[in-house]
């Protein structure tokens, strides 16, 4: 046994023998990657996201931070999605590394562990006797963020969300330098918007990037299955089917309001089906459904949610497209860059059901609202658009808002509120 395992962790753990981390496996460095400022906590970091969206890859980066000062030996790299190691208990396998190699002050990776069932009482334990210097845990599923995990981890952890590249990631890939978006010259500007159109249509999975056209979305379709066979029905020991047919309604369906009886009388499902595969669905990061604002937690949950996408290259690939899509792949990117910046988002109509897109809460209450409207040279969609935003304002008690367009900029008051236009490219470029 202990030689099938450390044969396997030899392959994961090539650092012991060549003292370094190869270049195709630390990847590009990330913008927003801080991994390495948390080793100074000793709590377990927990990292999650959607699967391919780089967490390993930052865990290969720190890893090779640490061969700087860390005996290679002594960092343990153990990944659940090889078919050896997940036959195995972690015990086992930490048992069968140790008795080889005695290491202290073990720096120890768990990657994608939610496939390992009990994993969190075992770090729990490891934890407390304090015997491993530095525990780091990743896995596909914000499943990891919830319930018995967080209870069972609370005060020992430190959680951190990874999504697709950011905008500002995507330019620093693109290696188009931005330091103040206001001083762009022209020719600067039409790149930077030619980089922009490139994001709205394929997306910010790391990997995806480097691609040729061709490939990008037979990659992504590839993702798209992973996401649905190996993370949902595999896990949860369902046929694939029906929670593929309904992820494909959603996402299609990009940031409209479903019901989950709109659901039940396109798919056919049962209620409490329905809502197992939304959560599912959720818990792979796939989606995210987003509750309509209201004080009253009554009428919160008895209206319909919004759906969007974790990656527009994502949808693109697996979906339908239809001509007023843009707005949609729009919307979907401001959505998941406020998801990024740790925002809590709902949306919001008035009685004469005009919507405000975007409700920015703090606590029980809103800060700001934010509306999309991409072509506001069509004063008609501009004037519904602002409508809408007023009616929020008024409603919400807030004396701003902001639109969110493709290139227009200026302020102006109406009904006494001010409403500010920004270009979404300098919006994403501002954080």
Same mark, same amino acid.
Request: glycine residues 4%; hydrophobic residues 35%; charged residues 30%.
């Given at each position: 046994?202990?030689?099938?395992?450390?044969?396997?962790?030899?392959?994961?753990?090539?650092?012991?023998?060549?003292?370094?981390?190869?270049?195709?496996?630390?990847?590009?460095?990330?913008?927003?990657?801080?991994?390495?400022?948390?080793?100074?906590?000793?709590?377990?970091?927990?990292?999650?996201?959607? &699967?391919?969206?780089?967490?390993?890859?930052?865990?290969?980066?720190?890893?090779?931070?640490?061969?700087?000062?860390?005996?290679?030996?002594?960092?343990?790299?153990?990944?659940?999605?090889?078919?050896?190691?997940?036959?195995?208990?972690?015990?086992?396998?930490?048992?069968?590394?140790?008795?080889?190699?005695?290491?202290?002050?073990?720096?120890?990776?768990?990657?994608?562990?939610?496939?390992?069932?009990?994993?969190?009482?075992?770090?729990?334990?490891?934890?407390?006797?304090?015997?491993?210097?530095?525990?780091?845990?990743?896995?596909?599923?914000?499943?990891?963020?919830?319930?018995?995990?967080?209870?069972?981890?609370?005060?020992?952890?430190?959680?951190?969300?990874?999504?697709?590249?950011?905008?500002?990631?995507?330019?620093?890939?693109?290696?188009?330098?931005?330091?103040?978006?206001?001083?762009?010259?022209?020719?600067?500007?039409?790149?930077?918007?030619?980089?922009?159109?490139?994001?709205?249509?394929?997306?910010?999975?790391?990997?995806?990037?480097?691609?040729?056209?061709?490939?990008?979305?037979?990659?992504?379709?590839?993702?798209?299955?992973?996401?649905?066979?190996?993370?949902?029905?595999? &896990?949860?020991?369902?046929?694939?089917?029906?929670? &593929?047919?309904?992820?494909?309604?959603?996402?299609?369906?990009?940031?409209?309001?479903?019901?989950?009886?709109?659901?039940?009388?396109?798919?056919?499902?049962?209620?409490?089906?329905?809502?197992?595969?939304?959560?599912?669905?959720?818990?792979?990061?796939?989606?995210?459904?987003?509750?309509?604002?209201?004080?009253?937690?009554?009428?919160?949950?008895?209206?319909?949610?919004?759906?969007?996408?974790?990656?527009?290259?994502?949808?693109?690939?697996?979906?339908?497209?239809?001509?007023?899509?843009?707005?949609?792949?729009?919307?979907?990117?401001?959505?998941?860059?406020?998801?990024?910046?740790?925002?809590?988002?709902?949306?919001?109509?008035?009685?004469?059901? &005009?919507?405000?897109?975007?409700?920015?809460?703090?606590?029980?209450?809103?800060?700001?609202?934010?509306?999309?409207?991409?072509?506001?040279?069509?004063?008609?969609?501009?004037?519904?658009?602002?409508?809408?935003?007023?009616?929020?304002?008024?409603?919400?008690?807030?004396?701003?808002?902001?639109?969110?367009?493709?290139?227009?900029?200026?302020?102006?008051?109406?009904?006494?509120?001010?409403?500010?236009?920004?270009?979404?490219?300098?919006?994403?470029?501002?954080?």
């Amino acid at each position: 046994m202990d030689r099938e395992i450390l044969s396997a962790l030899s392959d994961w753990n090539i650092w012991w023998e060549i003292k370094s981390v190869p270049d195709d496996l630390k990847g590009k460095e990330r913008l927003q990657s801080n991994l390495v400022s948390t080793l100074k906590f000793k709590e377990i970091k927990v990292i999650t996201g959607v &699967r391919r969206s780089g967490k390993s890859t930052l865990l290969y980066q720190l890893v090779s931070s640490l061969l700087s000062n860390v005996n290679p030996k002594a960092i343990l790299f153990i990944n659940f999605e090889d078919e050896v190691l997940n036959k195995y208990s972690i015990e086992e396998i930490y048992d069968a590394y140790i008795s080889m190699f005695r290491s202290k002050d073990v720096y120890l990776f768990l990657d994608e562990v939610n496939r390992k069932e009990g994993w969190e009482k075992w770090v729990r334990k490891n934890y407390d006797i304090r015997e491993i210097k530095q525990f780091f845990v990743t896995g596909s599923s914000s499943f990891l963020l919830k319930s018995e995990y967080s209870s069972l981890l609370t005060g020992r952890n430190i959680k951190q969300e990874i999504f697709p590249l950011s905008f500002r990631e995507f330019l620093d890939f693109s290696n188009f330098k931005i330091e103040e978006p206001l001083l762009l010259s022209s020719r600067k500007k039409s790149e930077l918007k030619g980089i922009l159109n490139k994001y709205i249509e394929f997306g910010g999975f790391p990997e995806v990037f480097f691609k040729d056209t061709n490939d990008k979305r037979k990659l992504l379709i590839s993702y798209y299955e992973d996401i649905i066979y190996r993370d949902i029905a595999d &896990r949860h020991k369902i046929q694939p089917n029906k929670v &593929r047919e309904l992820a494909n309604f959603l996402i299609t369906n990009l940031s409209n309001t479903v019901s989950n009886r709109n659901i039940r009388n396109h798919l056919g499902l049962g209620m409490e089906t329905i809502s197992n595969y939304l959560n599912w669905l959720e818990d792979s990061y796939l989606i995210f459904q987003v509750p309509f604002f209201s004080y009253s937690l009554k009428e919160q949950q008895k209206r319909p949610k919004k759906t969007y996408c974790i990656d527009n290259g994502l949808r693109n690939a697996v979906s339908l497209r239809f001509s007023e899509d843009i707005g949609r792949l729009v919307e979907n990117i401001v959505f998941i860059e406020l998801k990024r910046r740790g925002k809590e988002v709902c949306y919001w109509k008035d009685k004469r059901q &005009r919507e405000v897109d975007f409700i920015i809460k703090e606590g029980l209450k809103p800060n700001l609202i934010m509306q999309v409207c991409w072509d506001v040279s069509n004063e008609e969609t501009k004037k519904r658009e602002v409508s809408a935003l007023v009616s929020g304002l008024k409603e919400l008690k807030l004396e701003s808002g902001l639109v969110i367009t493709e290139d227009y900029e200026d302020e102006d008051r109406v009904d006494g509120k001010l409403i500010k236009y920004m270009p979404l490219w300098q919006w994403l470029c501002e954080s």
